[in-house]
């Protein structure tokens, strides 16, 4: 029988068919939705409120006041920030609309929105708003082209597999 070493801090509320593997660390007083899977080595930080349908890959860091909503996929290694003058007191999370993905690595400067249905390219490191129904990549992050194209190539790539 294997041991699963992982800490859930107090009042916690989690939805039904949560799934968090080894070695997670959930902070105190956070709200995960209906069928989230919390990938190993996530640290998600006390006061953060996940949606519904979420899967967050292993060594992502979420930090306090963090909101992330509906069907959202944060990738590998995506760090959150929420001190935008660090050491402050004065701190603000980062919010990510329904639908939205995260791919590995990505940086998220605190206080930015995540707009639905948006796409954030690995290793983008997102310094302002992400608009709805956009891709951005880069370092700083910047837009690519238009979400239809993305979902053309995402199209064209699953079909490809497929066969």
């Known amino acids: 029988m294997t041991e699963v070493f992982r800490h859930i801090g107090k009042d916690v509320k989690l939805g039904e068919n949560v799934q968090i593997w080894n070695f ?3 902070g105190d007083r956070v709200e995960i ?3 989230t899977k ?3 080595l996530a640290h998600i930080d006390y006061n953060v409120n ?3 349908n979420c899967k967050i890959e292993g060594m992502a860091y979420i930090p306090p006041l ?3 909503g509906n069907n959202v996929f944060i990738g590998p290694g995506v760090i959150f920030t929420n001190d935008p003058f660090p050491m402050s007191h004065n701190m603000i999370g980062v919010t990510v ?3 939205a993905i995260i791919c590995a690595g990505a940086m ?3 206080g ?4 639905a249905r948006s796409v954030i390219g690995m290793g983008a490191v997102v310094v302002k708003d992400v608009p709805p129904d956009t891709l951005v990549y880069g370092n700083p992050a910047r837009e690519g082209y238009p979400m239809q194209q993305y979902l053309e190539k995402k199209k064209k790539w699953d079909e490809k597999t497929l066969t």
């Open 24 to 26: 997670t660390y959930i």
């Open 33 to 35: 939705g209906d069928n």
């Open 38 to 40: 919390v990938g190993s």
């Open 50 to 52: 996940i949606g519904n």
């Open 66 to 68: 963090t909101v992330i």
């Open 97 to 99: 609309k329904d639908d």
């Open 108 to 110: 998220l400067k605190a």
């Open 112 to 115: 930015i929105t995540v707009g």
